[in-house]
């Protein structure tokens, strides 16, 4: 016999990636065209792509860096309530840091690039707030 319904809807989850990258005791990170908040470099596997290949292709397409995949280390799992998706929606933010070539630039969808310390939360969505949480808190950013 199957177990009854609850009538309970899950919690949609977006999965996510990002690349964390500090400079100067600063975070660097990204605002897209229509958004208010910034975000960490990054975005959404595509079908078959790895972590580091999905990290590697968004910092390039949003920033215009190559990352070194071979340094590539996890930073953090961050479930956080999703930005501009509707209420209850979650988003877990898998976040990396790696070497890179290049001079972050903005690039593709990217209106607008910033170095932010943990003062500058306010201007961050959820997950980026957490984040800059977790540098604080290793001394990493001012």
Known sequence: MPPPETGAVPTPVIDA???VHVSGR???CVRT?????YYLP???REPGESDGA???REAREEVGV???TATLAPFAVVDEA???YPEG???RLSCYTAEHTGEPAPAAEIADLAWLAHADRPLCAPAVRRVLDELQGRGEID
């Not at 065209?33 to 908040?37: A, D, I, L, P, V």
Request: no cysteine; glycine share 16%.
């Open 33 to 37: 065209r229509g958004r208010s908040f």
């Open 66 to 68: 190559a990352l070194r």
């Open 17 to 19: 990636l990002a690349w």
């Open 42 to 44: 990054g975005g959404k």
């Open 89 to 91: 929606t979650r988003v």
């Open 54 to 56: 999905a990290v590697a």
């Open 26 to 28: 600063r975070l660097l």
């Open 82 to 84: 999703a930005d501009g």
